[in-house]
C-alpha cells in the first residue's frame, strides 16, 4: 500500500469525532419507537384490558402511575402479563432517554460556568449523574433486549433463567438512579438540582414499577 494512502486512512482516522453524549441520547430517543415492539393504541381500551392492567398495577408499589402510563398500551397487550412487563421497561427506557438528554445539556452548561460560579462541584454532581443514568439505560436496554428475544421452549427453567437475567438489570438500573441522586446533597444554591431529583424519582418509579411486573409475570407462569 502507498504512502500517500496510508496518509489519506489516517487522516480520515484523526478527523472521526467521537458523538457528544447529548447527541447520542437524542439519537435513541428519536429512534426508541422504531424498536418497540408493543405500541400504544389511540381506540378506546376494552374494560376487561383495563381490569387486567389496573389488577397487575396493584402489586407495585405506585399503581396510580402505573395504571396511568400503561393504560393506553392496553389494547396491544391483550392480558398477556409478559407483554405488559415489557411496555412497562419501554416506557420507563424512554423516560430515561430523554432525562439524560437533559442531564448531559446540563453537564455542559456548568462546565462552561465553573469559573462563574460560587459552587463548581454542581458540575461534576451532575456529571455524576448523569454517567450513573447511562448505566441504568443500558441496563434498561438489557432487560428489553431479553424481554423481546424470550424464547418459550418449553422449558421453565429456561424461563426462569431468561426473566432472572431481566430483574438482575432492572435491580440494578433502579440502583444506579439512587445512586444518581445522592451526590445532590452537598449541592447547594443550584436552581435544576430540585427539577433533577424529582425527575430522577420519577423514573425510578417507572422502573420499580416495570421489576414488579416482571416479579409478578415470573410468578403467573411459575403457579
Known amino acids: 500500500m502507498s504512502q500517500k494512502s496510508n496518509t489519506h486512512r489516517t487522516e480520515e482516522t484523526m478527523k472521526k469525532p467521537s458523538l457528544h453524549?447529548?447527541?447520542?441520547?437524542f439519537f435513541l430517543a428519536t429512534l426508541l419507537p422504531l424498536f418497540l415492539t408493543v405500541h400504544s393504541q389511540p381506540s378506546s381500551p376494552s374494560s376487561d384490558d383495563s381490569d387486567f392492567i389496573r389488577t397487575s398495577c396493584n402489586t407495585t408499589l405506585y399503581p396510580d402511575l402505573c395504571f396511568s402510563s400503561l393504560s393506553n398500551f392496553s389494547n396491544s397487550i391483550h392480558n398477556d402479563p409478559t407483554l405488559l412487563a415489557r411496555a412497562a421497561?419501554?416506557?420507563?427506557?424512554?423516560?430515561?432517554?430523554?432525562?439524560?438528554?437533559?442531564?448531559?445539556?446540563?453537564?455542559?452548561?456548568?462546565?462552561?460556568?465553573?469559573?462563574n460560579v460560587p459552587h463548581p462541584t454542581a458540575a461534576a454532581v451532575f456529571h455524576d449523574c448523569f454517567e450513573n443514568l447511562k448505566d441504568a439505560v443500558d441496563e434498561m436496554r438489557g432487560s428489553m433486549k431479553q424481554m423481546r428475544d424470550l424464547v418459550s421452549t418449553g422449558s421453565l427453567e429456561s424461563f426462569r433463567f431468561q426473566m432472572s437475567n431481566v430483574q438482575t438489570w432492572l435491580s440494578a438500573a433502579l440502583t444506579d438512579e439512587e445512586t444518581c441522586t445522592d451526590g445532590f446533597k452537598d449541592v447547594q444554591d443550584e436552581p435544576r438540582k430540585d427539577e433533577v431529583?424529582?425527575?430522577?424519582?420519577?423514573?425510578?418509579?417507572?422502573?420499580?414499577?416495570?421489576?414488579?411486573l416482571v416479579n409478578r409475570c415470573v410468578d403467573k407462569a411459575i403457579h
Open 21 to 25: 453524549p447529548s447527541l447520542i441520547f
Open 197 to 212: 431529583c424529582a425527575r430522577v424519582d420519577d423514573v425510578k418509579k417507572l422502573t420499580s414499577n416495570a421489576l414488579a
Open 89 to 115: 421497561i419501554s416506557i420507563t427506557l424512554s423516560k430515561a432517554l430523554k432525562l439524560g438528554t437533559y442531564l448531559s445539556n446540563v453537564t455542559t452548561l456548568l462546565k462552561s460556568q465553573e469559573d
